[in-house]
């Protein structure tokens, strides 16, 4: 079970992974995808706990399932939605 992109976006998830390689994730965090241009965030791996963005996974278990073909973890939602998500998260 599969989720297939357009090639544009493909394309473009392409080249910001190419620009990312040598971007590395420090020790206790993470990399995750978003939005309509599938951009690169790097979170804290303790924003996986709260449950606010336990949803967000939910949406993209939902979505992708666990066998995602462009690897990575991506999250099916808006730019603007992962930001108000994770700016909550940063007030605790």
């Known amino acids: 079970m599969g989720f297939r992109l ?5 394309a473009s998830f392409a080249a910001n992974k190419a620009s990312s390689k040598s971007v590395d994730v420090p020790k206790g965090y993470l990399a995750v995808y ?3 241009k599938i951009k ?3 979170i804290p791996i303790s924003y ?3 449950l606010s963005f336990q949803d967000l996974l939910s ?4 979505e992708f399932g666990y066998d995602h ?4 973890l991506t999250i099916p939602c ?4 992962f ?4 700016s909550r998260l940063n007030m605790f």
């Open 83 to 86: 930001l108000d998500t994770v």
């Open 59 to 62: 949406q993209a278990e939902e």
């Open 48 to 50: 996986l706990n709260q």
């Open 34 to 36: 978003v939005g309509e």
């Open 6 to 10: 357009p090639g544009i976006r493909k």
């Open 78 to 81: 808006g730019e603007d939605v």
């Open 69 to 72: 073909p462009m690897g990575g």
């Open 40 to 42: 690169r965030f790097v």
